[in-house]
């Protein structure tokens, strides 16, 4: 179950203090040039240590490719791509105590003893790493059929960044967005969330937050009925993204404030001849199919479960009642560094779809 | 990708207007007595035709069983059953004239000219009658293993029903709930809920609603990361049933207005070593993976798109701008019947996910 | 595992003595007229009953389709065919002698005791009834692609019929030979088989044979490396048709005492500008991936299991050693009915793997 | 389609000439200790440059393992091994000059321009080493559930090994076997195949053979009908094996020359209660699954395509009719560094049964 995709294929592997970490890539188109630039750039939007809203823990996340790439260019057979693990201070970890939120506990009980529980091993969100390289590679092939994605942080808490207009995106707005050091589309609002987070990690706590996402150039025609939607396909892949709660397309749990009426997006044929609807609210997809509307989705992001506060847990081996508190170097927010992984996720799920034919 | 699960495989086939529709399913394991008033019961829930909230159109919906099934049991090998379609009126459906909403559209542009467009063909909410069958048959498989299914309606535009407590839910909550006709706890804000949807029939429009539906039970230790997650799977799942278009699970978007303080369920062990958590925002999940609290998820379900009301759209023949009024007979909400259908897409995806072991 | 491809999948359901058997196939381009005498012609090439070099069990065979199809043509949604089980004699049937030879006893020890173990149940031939049904469809579905697929008896015991010329090979070869009763090239060699088919009838024996099978005009370029070879694909599809128990491509074997030299099909472009090889010893196929040149292999089929001497067995349900007489109608030799099983079996696969693209 | 299995996968990538090659292994048990010296034993049984039967092209063939390992022991998430190339010589490599036998044309015709040629790329048999590597980490887990596999060189041309008896395999003939030079049961045959070999070698030709592999100790009841037979895996995955153009299981072709009364396999229970065989003419196999008897098939081994000989081809560039000729370090025979490569592919197939239960 760490392998995704029909037609183009993820495998993901590692821990978060193993050797290394990395993901091969099966059935990538032969013949695409790489943008290395692009792909470095997008691997330091998810990287740690730049800044006080995120871990100290740095880490260079260079990634170095094994195969299919020969030339400057993909070659059509599998893609490996690996990341060492080079600033790792296992002695932060407690193999007993499990820590709330987490996955030590149903990592233990799933995989035994044997589970690698450093620094939440293959549960780790670094793990996100080798999907943002995935993702990098993603978005290069879809460049090149006119398919572009972005995102931004939609909310912290209850400060809110102005939303999308679901009808109408540009995707100038994705590349200003995300050059940004925190991806809002407004500054005053990405202000606000910035200061949430920061008096959260002065208290030793942590906050969450909503990714807005949106796919644009999707040609019509992707997805299938009846197992094989394009929500189906976008929401397995979100839900694999540690401490994604909930995704909604288009206007989501808002739908069921309204009537039929609203909540149709008629049809119109604009002058040269394509359909088109006036509304989104469908976010550019019906019956599971897209339609060549945007496709818009935001995902709910929990607080980082790691936080510094005394909280009580069980210890496994005595199975006793205790309290742990947890030191080590920690995110108090992950919406930021998430955005990239969220783009990712949904590069790669849009890809495999339009593959797929 | 009409096929679905890894152990629990469902392949579902039929048109709203064909000779029949139906659903394979392989790998169910062998020598499970099958208590066929309770699946003819779950059928009912599913069905037409029962009062003025739903479709005059009247389904016997009588599922023939044509193998895997000997001496009144499975017999581990595919099962297969099929349902009549016999009230059928394709003469109320227009070829050319894309309803909003709905998989018109995009169904042309993906499968082309020979679609089956006839009430909807494939996509019709008509094929969740077999889904029905293959949960009730999941739902069955599972009661011997002491994993129990309910849901409610959470809400009609603003009605709200009250919420289940996401720690102590009882089973035979589920037995007196699905019993109703309407699927509420509380049967006053039920009867504000079907004022609402006849307000909207009387108005040729119609409404949608949040379903909540929680899994008790459950094994800990089931879901595989990276991306067999349970929540994965669980919204794999729930985006193939038409007219979801959100899912949430656990606390869901109301997380990102919490602290990782208020978000984390801490463990501790009872009196008899079960480790328990004593709050359950993350709905029984930790990591993707359950850790045996109740599972607990809602997902939004958009008004349902057929309206008698006047509407823009295209007509594709002559690619013109036009209108439609759609006539026929037609849900004014969708929501009470529906909650059978989630029930029974989150019991085949829970079951693979134990038989993956 | 019922279920069998990646783009035209086939899910096999159905037991010798239950309601019924069947298929759906999921995965049909839209839009394909169905030649439905040639599909009825192809399933009474497999059909028993008709002459006595096979059982006398009569079935009528008649595939209803329910879903997947419409005015005459396939929708591009899953086509389901079903055939009624009529002519069963469950009575012939012991549940505890563990018939040599068949899979009565690793049934049981899969599925356990409520494994349907009439006929065979899920094991029987009867099974390859829907698989033919399939196999028609994708031969339908070849034929506007310009492949044919095509077969004879090449051997049975040692009486051979005159072998193909793997270079060249002309499809209306094909066409003369499946219009036979029994399918040979030259009916001097099909009288002798015959003859050794009675001869082993009226002992009560049975006698297996050789099915050598071509497919032409396959495209350049299917099959994928490493783990989707055309050898794969056919020969996993081979090996679930019972009773087949190898299979070769072109020289198979026999390359083990040639040399390089010798075994190496040489390349050269013709006048057309097409590549070609002088020989054909790699059955069109190279590094698992096809080149043009007709893909030919052979499968060995092992006597008929059910012969009416006296056996040595077990009772399953004593454990004792004891024996049996197996009684009933069987056939002497199944060679001559699996001709068309081994074709629709190289239809499916070739097409899945010329749909993967 | 670079990745097999349902519950152990294997995922390979990698090309003869890039940076490196390796497996992503997911689905391991967790908590296995790994007999390293055992796996890099059956690292060296593959590796060339050994003596004068093989290509003097040396490789180290070190596995560094990425994750999944932890305190010695595999810890159930995904297992990455790599292999890096070291002795590579591109310059041998021409890239427009079609090598007979060979994949570079079916490649160019797949992959496309950018393809990587050197050394047959992908197609390569290098990739084989992390194949063996996989498969040595499958027998680790298999001896743990008392079942092992061996094989020996049947034949090299008219060169006969003593065949295996299909009922009475020892374990220990395997351990004597592959820890020889030259895996044969008796030498003086594999001096006679040796010869042969060497023969070929000065003649700048090439030879093929037959391998033999066993199976013992398998459970009764793997592999499942009516498309996961044991065969179907087997056999799927040993035409993944560069070379490999025929598999016959136990008596296989030779079955078409018998009956039934002397095909069948006679049932009885042995004094402990055991179901046995008197003959294994099946191959431990009935209806494609296990019956608990030795499973033993053989695998025609085409000889090597790179010969140093003139032979006729195109030149794709120009599409000219031309000759080639191949230099470089090329083996004279692959047959006895294939065998363990049989071995792997075996134990991965075996072990994927026996984990799908």
Known sequence: MNIWGNKFKVSIFGESHGNGIGVVIDGI?????????????????RAPGKNNLSTPRSEADKVEILSGFFDGKTTGTPLCGI????????????KSLMRPGHADFTGFMRYGKCHDYRGGGH???????????????AKNVL????????????????????????VNIDKELFDAVSAKEFPVINDDCGKKMKDIILKARNEQNSVGGVIECAVLGVPVGIGSPFFGSVESKISSMMFSVPAVKGIEFGKGFEFTKMTGKEANDEFYADENGNVKT???????INGGISNGMPIVFSVAVKPTPSIAQKQRT??????????????????????????VVVESGAAIAVLDMILEG
Chains 1, 2, 3, 4 share one sequence.
């Open 278 to 284: 006036y509304t989104n609210n469908n976010a550019g």
């Open 29 to 45: 188109p032969g013949g695409i040039e790489l943008d290395m630039e692009f792909i470095e750039r997008e691997m330091q939007r």
């Open 123 to 137: 549960f780790s969100g670094r793990i996100t790493a080798p999907l943002v390289f995935a993702g990098a590679v």
């Open 143 to 166: 460049r090149e059929k006119g398919v572009y994605i972005g995102s931004h942080i939609k909310s912290i808490c209850d400060a809110e960044d102005v939303g999308l207009d679901l």
């Open 83 to 94: 990341i060492r693990n080079t600033n790792t201070r296992s002695k932060d970890y407690n």
């Open 314 to 339: 069980i210890d496994l081996e005595s199975m006793k009642n205790t309290e742990i508190e947890i030191h080590g170097r920690h995110d108090p927010c992950i919406v930021h560094r998430a955005a």
